[in-house]
């Protein structure tokens, strides 16, 4: 009887203790809820069986033991509340836009296996009593947060359990805990991207047999005695037999590599990365013996030669990467041999010399061969080069004609090829440019190439990039190139004859396109007209005469039209124009029109300003389609035969927004308008200044800004855009065409022009969805460092801060400012690509830059970049689907997310911190091109990547 008795107690307290432990779970996650906001709207009364709530998993008992809301949109804290779910087996938070610190609370999760944080915005240091208390962690995963101090393991942590330590991408200082020397089931070591420095550790590693994943890159970690010595590090890896990945690049490491290096797990080791770091010395034969490798990057570095025939021995083996290093020798003839499935080949300015080995025609699987800035010499192999991306012998000491049998292998050439500067020679028809078609980039300058430009060039239907400058090329330039789609060409310093006409792509040229052809004559702007002196008198004065005759008439007949005008708008005009504006204006005699060059007589009309006030009915309310920190603008229908659609940009004249700024304003968009030309930038019809009122008249664009098409018109505007929205197709158009402009005014402009205030609001839509880039009222025109460009346009050197003066002329455009101009910068073109970059990762997101600030407290950038941390495989991205615009991908068309995620990688380069780290508008249009342009469909997703925004990052993924 008293056995039964216990029994029952026993019983009853057990369910007692059952209801309060469900009690206290509730409570927990209620708790959790509480701080955060978020996808958890079944949490709570809508659903009472708290097993039932999203993310959630209970055990058989009804205790929690899962929380997992990876990639649930969530904001805010993590409450300490969840110290209290007892049973908690896996914690998995990651990707979301969580703040605050860590709880040390987590520390009482007893059975807490995984712990993944990573991808948030979390703050503060990690709680030793998290990591250490729960000793059967399994994975900790932080990644990717703001986290600091030192990484708390003591000697009183045991961790036997641990297979996966992800703390990479944080603010962690001081060096490696020795006590990790005991976790031995440590697979997964993942600490780039920190602070961390001190000693390589040469024990640590050698106790963890299961390693196979070890980065400890981007830090400022040294070797042994005195920053000298490898073998120590190295040889304590040999006993990782499992190795797959090994990053060691970043940290300014110095010694040579040893030969132990050999001794690595030559069966698995597939990633040695020891990049930009202070390695001296040969690269060792041993390397010959990693017998799994496919990644080798040994760039930036003080390596010296030879390179030894055995570093291409595995046959796996897929890139190389010796670039900007000391290597002063020959390229090994084993390269064309031993490595056939080598993809990417780089080895630029290193000092090579000898010639390039005929076996290098052999590799026919090659995407990337840059060889440029060295002092090789020679012929190109006969053979040719096979290369489907980017070729680039430049700046060598080539001799000898270009191989006949270069074309056919360059068949699907589709990206670049360079030889310029080099002493080729023979006639440029040996290139068969027929086979071609797919090529971009074109530079042969700086040769001594003969013979004259075939008009089967006209073929290249893909080519927006040629130079064919300091040639000794003669004959007429071929029409047919003019039907080509280039966005830059050079002439310049040959024996071209003939007449050039200005149409099709050429429109894009000036003169300085073809200096040093006393030969050629036409309608380039800037280049000497054709035809005799005489013949050339005679046309001056008929046109004189005809000049002169126009502008009788037209003063005569403006007079007129001033009159009728004034008398039949003037009651109208009362009401409906702003009463401020009224009073301040003449009504007799014509405004001066403002155009390209001397044209204001002819290209571009003269108009006045009653004529604008009765197109837009009096800059009525009903018109404005745009208001701006210097004005508005209405749209407008000049009355007449053609019922020209115009926009108006009246400037703003009231002492509240500054008139001299305001005119400075006026003047310099005028002035940036009429020296450029481009079809993605916008076109200036005419403009009208008086002492009183400045307009700039414009194309009007039917479908409105890139802004109105992201996030959808503000209000119903007249004759307003509908709302269309993105898909890929039209991001892809819309970012490549303001690439494209914005490459020009960097690298082709008559003068290189700073825009300051690219936002998606500048970017207009004509009718059919092309982009054009608009409002330059704060732009600066620059020089080259050597003045190439041309001088600095006069009065501009006053306002060299023009980009930085937040509190004035970039008002509005917060979240696009490039951060170095709030420190005081000067304007620059890094700047303006900063500004695209975020503009590109809105279109993706449909996020505005300052929502993000305000929502998560960092920016788009960071945004990007924890989408792209460990999530390049195409799966992963699906789950991330979310945050695109257009949906999920049906099926089969996975690789338009993998397009997406290079549109991010695009956009995280462009915004980098350091204005140096970003690449230029004329490598990111090149890309961009390269993705619209569908190549991608042809050549699948993993040919996506360049090495203009190649990054050094695991394939693992947490």
Not at 744 to 754: E, N, R, T, W
Not at 762 to 784: C, E, H, P, Y
Request: charged share 15%.
């Amino acid at each position: 009887m008293p056995r039964l008795f216990v029994t029952l107690i026993a019983v009853a307290v057990a369910a007692v203790s059952s209801v309060d432990s469900h009690a206290t779970d509730r409570a927990a996650l209620l708790a959790f809820k509480s701080g955060v906001r978020g996808n958890l709207s079944d949490w709570g009364s809508r659903s009472p069986r708290m097993c039932n709530w999203t993310g959630v998993t209970c055990d058989s008992t009804g205790r929690v033991t899962r929380l997992l809301l990876k990639n649930s949109n969530l904001s805010g804290v993590i409450s300490p509340s969840i110290g209290n779910l007892s049973a908690l087996r896996k914690l998995d938070l990651r990707f979301n836009h969580l703040s605050g610190t860590i709880p040390r609370e987590l520390g009482m999760l007893s059975q807490l296996l995984e712990l993944r944080l990573g991808h948030n915005s979390l703050t503060g240091t990690i709680p030793e009593a998290v990591v250490c208390n729960c000793t059967s962690l399994t994975s900790i995963i932080l990644s990717n947060n703001s986290l600091t101090g030192e990484i708390p393991f003591s000697a009183r942590c045991r961790l036997p359990r641990l297979q996966q330590l992800s703390l990479y991408e944080n603010r962690l200082e001081g060096g490696i805990p020795s006590p990790m020397s005991n976790f031995t089931s440590l697979s997964w070591v993942l600490l780039q991207y920190n602070r961390l420095g001190g000693v390589l550790p040469s024990q640590m590693f050698s106790k963890m047999p299961s390693l196979r994943y070890l980065y400890l890159s981007g830090n400022s970690f040294s070797s042994d005695g005195g920053n000298t010595d490898l073998e120590p590090f190295l040889a304590s890896l040999a006993n990782c037999t499992g190795l797959q990945e090994l990053g060691v690049g970043s940290n300014g490491i110095g010694g040579e590599i040893p030969a132990v290096i050999g001794n690595l797990s030559s069966a698995n080791l597939s990633l040695l990365y020891l990049d930009d770091n202070e390695i001296t010395g040969a690269i060792p034969r041993a390397i010959g013996n990693l017998a799994s490798l496919t990644d080798l990057e040994l760039q930036d570095n003080m390596l010296e030669g030879p390179i030894p025939s055995e570093l291409f021995h595995p046959r796996g083996l897929t890139k190389i990467v010796l670039s900007n290093n000391q290597i002063n020798a020959e390229i090994p003839k084993s390269i064309g041999l031993l490595a056939q499935q080598l993809a990417t080949i780089s080895i630029s300015n290193s000092g090579l010399r000898g010639e390039i080995p005929e076996t290098l025609s052999n590799l026919t699987n090659l995407d990337y061969v840059l060889l440029d800035h060295n002092q090789l010499s020679g012929a190109i192999p006969p053979g040719g080069l096979s290369c489907q991306m980017i070729l680039d012998l430049s700046y060598n000491k080539l001799t000898g004609q270009i191989p006949s049998g270069m074309p056919g292998l360059l068949g699907s050439f589709n990206m670049y090829l360079n030889l310029s500067n080099n002493l080729l020679e023979g006639p440029v028809s040996s290139l068969e440019f027929g086979s071609m078609e797919m090529i971009q980039a074109l530079d042969l300058s700086g040769n001594k190439l003969s013979g004259g430009l075939p008009s089967s060039m006209g073929a290249l239907k893909n080519l927006r990039f040629l130079d064919v400058s300091s040639n000794g090329l003669t004959g007429v330039i071929p029409r047919s190139l003019q039907g080509l789609p280039l966005q830059f060409a050079n002439f310049s310093h040959n024996n071209f004859t003939g007449e050039v006409c200005g149409g099709g792509s050429f429109a894009n040229l000036t003169g300085d396109s073809f200096l040093g052809n006393p030969g050629l004559c036409g309608s380039v702007p800037g280049m000497a007209p054709c035809g005799g002196r005489k013949r050339g008198r005679f046309l001056y004065i008929a046109i004189g005469v005809v000049v002169a005759v126009a502008v009788g008439l037209l003063a005569m007949v403006c007079a007129v039209v001033d009159h009728y005008l004034m008398r039949s708008s003037r009651s109208r005009l009362a009401m409906a124009a702003p009463s401020s504006l009224l009073p301040r204006f003449s009504t007799t005699g014509l405004v001066k029109a403002t155009g390209d060059g001397e044209k204001e007589s002819g290209e571009h009309p003269r108009i006045s300003y009653w004529e604008l006030a009765d197109a837009t009915d009096g800059f009525s309310e009903v018109n404005l389609i745009g208001k701006g920190g210097y004005g508005h603008v209405y749209r407008g229908v000049l009355h007449g035969e053609s019922e020209t659609v115009i926009a108006v940009k009246v400037l703003r004249q009231d002492q509240a927004a500054g008139g001299e700024v305001v005119a400075g304003s006026f003047e310099r968009e005028c002035r940036v308008l009429r020296s450029i030309r481009h079809r993605n930038l916008i076109r200036v019809v005419t403009a009208c200044s008086t002492p009183e009122f400045k307009a700039v008249v414009l194309p009007f664009m039917p479908n409105g800004s890139l802004d109105s098409l992201i996030h959808g018109p503000p209000a119903a505007a007249a004759g307003g855009p509908r709302h269309l929205g993105l898909d890929l197709d039209l991001l892809l158009g819309v970012a490549s065409n303001v690439a494209e402009g914005m490459a020009y005014l960097h690298h082709h402009a008559p003068v290189k022009v700073v825009h300051c205030d690219l936002k998606p609001s500048n970017v207009l839509l004509d009718g059919d969805m092309t982009a054009v880039v608009s409002d330059f009222g704060i732009s600066k025109l620059v020089a080259t460092d050597d003045g190439a460009r041309g001088p600095e346009v006069t009065g501009e050197a006053s306002t060299s801060s023009v980009c930085n003066s937040i509190t004035r002329l970039l008002q509005g455009s917060v979240g696009y400012i490039a951060p170095e101009y709030g420190l005081g910068g000067r304007p620059s073109t890094q700047g303006d690509v900063y500004s695209f970059g975020v503009m590109l990762l809105e279109m993706i997101s449909g996020k505005r830059p300052t929502d993000v600030i305000s929502e998560e407290g960092h920016g788009l950038h960071d945004w990007a970049k924890k989408l792209l941390q460990h999530k390049r495989d195409l799966g992963a991205v699906v789950e991330e689907r979310s945050l695109l615009p257009f949906g999920p991908p049906p099926r089969g068309e996975m690789e338009e997310v993998a397009v997406v995620l290079e549109l991010l990688e695009i956009g995280v380069a462009c915004s980098q911190l350091a204005p140096s780290m970003r690449p230029s508008m004329d490598d990111v249009a090149h890309e961009i091109a390269y993705l619209r342009d569908g190549t991608w469909r042809k050549y699948g997703v993993t040919d996506l990547k360049t090495t203009i925004f190649d990054q050094q990052t695991p394939r693992c993924t947490d």
